[in-house]
Antibody, heavy 119, light 106 residues
Framework: QITLKESGPTLVKPTQTLTLTCTFS??????????VGWIRQPPGKALEWLAL???????RYSPSLKSRLTITKDTTKNQVVLTMTNMDPVDTATYYC???????????WGQGTLVTVSS | DIQMTQSPSTLSASVGDRVTITCRAS??????LAWYQQKPGRAPNLLIY???SLQSGVPSRFSGSGSGTEFTLTISSLQPDDFATYYC????????FGQGTKVEIK
């Protein structure tokens, strides 16, 4: 059974750096073809893909946010970490992590964590 | 970047209705398209992958079709549990979501 869970601060101040952790179980990020991605959703708005890391440590970023994002993995802890710099109130959103299957689809999602950016 | 456009943005329907949602890609994505259902306060739930493959555990009243740039999600007979927001997503080149279609009670 694949499960993922996001953790991190619920409130950050403008200009600060956000660090979110995705802790997962039921699969290994050393398995060929797999990946873990991050997606966010501002209140009442659509989903936006942010970043994804592959089993081989290859990484992909949203072109519009690439300069602010870093994704890393710790396979020994079954964790993937996303950092986003220079946070702004428009970054207020629920942040989800998700499992990427062999064929690319994001098939299992965490419950999400709401991050509010406010001074 | 590949853009995904869904229509309509909102759809009013009754229980038992046949419902169709359309998704258009800005360039060909072959069949690398997924559909998700999302209810308020919940994570998205995968319904369809590779344009027409039903995810395990998803009721057979959901179906997907299309390839290239034009795709549809059909609910053959709308059930009370189906009132939600639906998103398409391409995974041909990176990942991009449509803006969502809210299916509400008529």
């Amino acid at each position: 059974q694949i499960t993922l869970k996001e953790s991190g601060p619920t409130l950050v101040k403008p200009t600060q750096t956000l660090t979110l952790t995705c802790t997962f179980s039921g699969f290994s990020l050393t398995t060929s073809g797999l990946g873990v991605g991050w997606i966010r959703q501002p209140p009442g708005k659509a989903l936006e893909w942010l970043a994804l890391i592959y089993w081989d440590d290859d990484k992909r970023y949203s072109p519009s946010l690439k300069s602010r994002l870093t994704i890393t993995k710790d396979t020994t802890k079954n964790q993937v970490v996303l950092t986003m710099t220079n946070m702004d109130p428009v970054d207020t959103a629920t942040y989800y992590c998700a499992h990427k299957g062999v064929y690319g689809v994001l098939d299992y999602w965490g419950q999400g964590t709401l991050v509010t950016v406010s001074s | 970047d590949i853009q995904m456009t869904q229509s309509p943005s909102t759809l009013s329907a009754s229980v038992g209705d046949r419902v169709t949602i359309t998704c258009r890609a800005s360039q060909s994505i072959s069949s690398w398209l997924a559909w998700y259902q999302q209810k308020p306060g919940r994570a998205p739930n995968l319904l369809i992958y590779k344009a027409s493959s039903l995810q395990s555990g998803v009721p057979s009243r959901f179906s997907g079709s299309g390839s290239g740039t034009e795709f549809t999600l059909t609910i053959s007979s709308l059930q009370p549990d189906d009132f939600a927001t639906y998103y398409c997503q391409q995974y041909d080149t990176l990942w991009t979501f449509g803006q969502g279609t809210k299916v509400e009670i008529k």
